[in-house]
T-cell receptor
């Protein structure tokens, strides 16, 4: 899997947008960008994934740069419950290999 | 809609004892994964199954660890004999093999294992 780089931590105010960056400069053409998060004492939770177009769902938006070397996960209105470790992962979405390799992630702290 | 169910939630036992962790994946899912999470090593994949067949067990730390999936609705991870360094949170996850759902892994709440 391509390596991803995330800052170790960031914080934002409740109600504001949280923009979580991820660098994946060695991403291959068939690799997708996935985001998961892990709230304390829970299992990881899928958030969103994309290939090259921007994606949005009920949880977040994913912005991928045109060269695909970096991306940003956007939580439009962060709440205290969004405090968690967020993992950016790149991997192919084809074939039998469905492994996810988790790095250290970025710890998001949402302050009141 | 039941998610991935793991049992027990907590397990405390003495070193040398056999430990069995259990997982019930989401009905209809084709893949099942076992992960281990520690402060030092983070979240690591131990083994995964596709249609009940082990596909990749390269993450299993040593022969003391074994995993089985006798049917589509049940899997076990066994440690025998257990050692203090096996203390960790063990997660089970499942996913579908088809379409956009591929790689959207659904995780259980984990088993927190403490070996004394």
């Amino acid at each position: 899997d391509a390596k991803t780089t995330q800052p170790p931590s960031m914080d934002c105010a409740e109600g504001r947008a949280a923009n979580l960056p991820c660098n994946h400069s060695t991403i291959s053409g068939n690799e997708y960008v996935y985001w998961y998060r892990q709230i304390h004492s829970q299992g990881p939770q899928y958030i969103i994934h994309g290939l090259k177009n921007n994606e949005t769902n009920e949880m977040a938006s994913l912005i991928i740069t045109e060269d695909r070397k970096s991306s940003t996960l956007i939580l439009p209105h962060a709440t205290l419950r969004d405090t968690a470790v967020y993992y950016c992962i790149v991997k192919p979405n084809t074939g039998a290999n469905s492994k996810l390799t988790f790095g250290k992630g970025i710890t998001l702290s949402v302050r009141p | 809609d039941a998610g991935v169910i793991q049992s027990p939630r907590h397990e405390v036992t003495e070193m040398g004892q056999e430990v069995t962790l259990r997982c019930k994946p989401i009905s209809g899912h084709d893949y099942l994964f076992w992960y281990r999470q520690t402060m030092m090593r983070g979240l690591e994949l131990l083994i995964y199954f596709n249609n009940n067949v082990p596909i990749d067990d390269s993450g299993m730390p040593e022969d003391r660890f074994s995993a089985k999936m006798p049917n589509a609705s049940f899997s076990t991870l066994k440690i025998q004999p257990s050692e203090p360094r096996d203390s960790a949170v063990y997660f089970c996850a499942s996913s579908l093999a088809r379409g956009q759902a591929r790689s959207q892994q659904h995780f259980g709440d984990g088993t927190r294992l403490s070996i004394l």
